[in-house]
C-alpha cells in the first residue's frame, strides 16, 4: 500500500511558479507510475501529469505542456510538479496519484489506485 502526502501549494500571482511536492510512503513506491491532477468544486477530476516508475517517461495534458515539469526521486519516495508560467485558470485542488502498473500513461484518474488528499493552488490574476 502507499500513502500519499502532497505539500507546496499557495497563493501566486499569474505568471508566476510553484513546485508541488508529494511525499510516499511504502517499500514498493518505485514500481509506481504516479500522476498529478486538478480539481475544481463542482468539475470533475483533470490530468495534469505523469510519469513512469523510472521517471523515463513523462505525459502532460496539453494545456500545461512546456510550462510544467514532472519529476521523481525515488530514493526519498517523492514526486514532483514545477509550474511554471501559471494562469488564473490553474486555480484548482491539486492531487497526486499512484498506479500500480508503471508505465505513466494513463490519464483517467479511476486507473489510479492510491490518492493524497490534496494540496490547493491559487493563482490571482
Known amino acids: 500500500q502507499v500513502q500519499l502526502v502532497e505539500s507546496g501549494g499557495g497563493l501566486v500571482q499569474a505568471g508566476g511558479s510553484l513546485r508541488l511536492s508529494c511525499a510516499a510512503s511504502?517499500?514498493?513506491?518505485?514500481?509506481?507510475?504516479m500522476g498529478w491532477f486538478r480539481q475544481a468544486p463542482g468539475k470533475e477530476r483533470e490530468f495534469v501529469a505523469a510519469?513512469?516508475?523510472?521517471?523515463?517517461?513523462?505525459y502532460y495534458a496539453d494545456s500545461v505542456k512546456g510550462r510544467f515539469t514532472i519529476s521523481r526521486d525515488n530514493l526519498k519516495n517523492a514526486v514532483y510538479l514545477q509550474m511554471n508560467s501559471l494562469k488564473p485558470e490553474g486555480t484548482d485542488g491539486y492531487y497526486c496519484?499512484?498506479?500500480?502498473?508503471?508505465?505513466?500513461?494513463?490519464?483517467?484518474?479511476?486507473?489510479?489506485?492510491?490518492w493524497g488528499q490534496g494540496t490547493q493552488v491559487t493563482v490571482s490574476s
Open positions: 510519469i513512469s516508475w523510472s521517471g523515463g517517461s513523462t
Open positions: 496519484a499512484a498506479d500500480h502498473e508503471g508505465y505513466g500513461t494513463k490519464r483517467n484518474p479511476v486507473q489510479y489506485d492510491y
Open positions: 511504502g517499500r514498493t513506491f518505485s514500481s509506481y507510475a
